[in-house]
T-cell receptor
Framework: GQNIDQPTEMTATEGAIVQINCTYQTSGFNGLFWYQQHAGEAPTFLSYNVLDGLEEKGRFSSFLSRSKGYSYLLLKELQMKDSASYLCAVGLRTDSWGKLQFGAGTQVVVTP | GAVVSQHPSRVICKSGTSVKIECRSLDFQATTMFWYRQFPKQSLMLMATSNEGSKATYEQGVEKDKFLINHASLTLSTLTVTSAHPEDSSFYIC??????????FGDGTRLSIL
């Protein structure tokens, strides 16, 4: 089976940096995805890691260690609009259709 | 690119009504579409995987006769909640993807059954 763990909630101030950790245990692995979801809206794709290392995209970076079953999403220069839930999702190698298993999400609250 | 349109965005209807939700990929042909439901403050729960021209694959515990999925073309999938009851009230989200591309989500449909 699959087990994906991430913190429930994190609070940080505007301009700061926040790191959201995600650990996973899966029977198959085909990449680690991060999505952002604002309340009442659908998720939007942020990043994808399939190899170990750091992927940087502007203020957002994502890291993966496959041997440790670990990823993190780093949000820099936090803005108020970054207040949202961040979903870690694992792509399942056993499924050829790109099925994802989602974590419960981390609610990030950015304060002034 | 990678725009997915979902309609309607909100539905309020009486118990026993059947509700159809459409999911369209506007600027790409989707090899696969997925249907999720999400309860407040919970994560996305996959309901079914849909490929064009074939029967949908349902996740364990999801009633296929209750949640009918039709994937008539590479750009359109529909989910019909048949004889909906208050416990079916939820946020339903579709996603679509191309081969070797991430899933892109529609804006979701908030379904409220009275």
């Amino acid at each position: 089976g699959q087990n994906i763990d991430q913190p429930t909630e994190m609070t940080a101030t505007e301009g700061a940096i926040v790191q959201i950790n995600c650990t996973y245990q899966t029977s198959g692995f085909n990449g680690l995805f991060w999505y952002q979801q604002h309340a009442g809206e659908a998720p939007t794709f942020l990043s994808y890691n399939v190899l170990d290392g750091l992927e940087e995209k502007g203020r957002f970076s994502s890291f993966l260690s496959r041997s440790k079953g670990y990823s993190y999403l780093l949000l820099k220069e936090l803005q108020m609009k970054d207040s949202a839930s961040y979903l870690c999702a694992v792509g399942l190698r056993t499924d050829s259709w790109g099925k994802l298993q989602f974590g419960a999400g981390t609610q990030v609250v950015v304060t002034p | 690119g990678a725009v997915v349109s979902q309609h309607p965005s909100r539905v309020i209807c009486k118990s026993g009504t059947s509700v159809k939700i459409e999911c369209r990929s506007l600027d790409f042909q989707a090899t696969t579409m997925f249907w999720y439901r999400q309860f407040p403050k919970q994560s996305l729960m996959l309901m079914a995987t849909s490929n064009e021209g074939s029967k949908a694959t349902y996740e364990q515990g999801v009633e296929k006769d209750k949640f009918l999925i039709n994937h008539a073309s590479l750009t359109l999938s529909t989910l019909t909640v048949t004889s909906a009851h208050p416990e079916d009230s939820s946020f339903y989200i579709c996603s679509a993807k191309q081969t070797n591309q991430p899933q892109h989500f529609g804006d979701g449909t908030r379904l409220s059954i009275l």
